[in-house]
């Protein structure tokens, strides 16, 4: 019985260490759809492009990351609602700072109001990402493993 809590928690220590990268990236690109002038890069409108390679680089490295398939998309999917935690977390520095005339109890409204689009651009790219870090992962194991020993 503790076996098999130790794997499941070790399987779930693996999971979010495989989802830390797809978070951040989506946090960031949550929080540059609506502050484009306060990242990188600086501009004036959001880019679509900039944001899907973010959002898109992000899973393929928690993809690449994740042990096997279902724990790849576990984490892919886990990212979205922590990346707007993140985004938040990243809102709540200039509105403490009082760069913008928004109450700080309203920013997670604000923010989730306003990253509606990335959401749901986020939704296919972190499952494709999430394949594509996969078999990225299996091709470069199979590329390295010696003759002998390759699936």
């Known amino acids: 019985m503790a076996d098999k ?3 499941a928690l070790h399987r779930l220590a693996r999971g ?3 989802g830390i990268a797809p978070t951040l990236a989506f946090g960031y690109a949550i929080f ?5 002038s306060a990242t990188f ?8 492009v900039w944001i899907f390679f973010v959002v898109l680089t992000g899973a393929i490295v928690g993809g690449i990351q994740a042990q096997d398939l ?5 984490a892919e999917f886990l990212s979205i609602p922590l990346g707007l935690a993140v985004a938040v977390l990243l809102a709540w520095s ?3 700072a009082g760069f913008y005339l ?3 109890s309203g920013v997670p409204f604000f923010v989730v109001h306003y990253s509606v689009l990335v959401v749901a651009l986020g939704v296919p790219v972190v499952l494709v990402g999430a394949i594509v870090g996969q078999v990225l992962r299996e ?10 020993l390759a699936r």
């Open 94 to 96: 200039p509105a403490f």
């Open 139 to 148: 091709w470069v194991r199979k590329d390295r493993a010696p003759r002998g």
């Open 41 to 48: 890069p600086v501009s004036g409108d959001a880019s679509f």
């Open 102 to 104: 928004l109450d700080p």
């Open 32 to 36: 540059y759809s609506i502050f484009p």
């Open 5 to 7: 809590w130790k794997t």
């Open 16 to 18: 979010v260490i495989a």
């Open 70 to 74: 279902p724990e790849a998309i576990v």
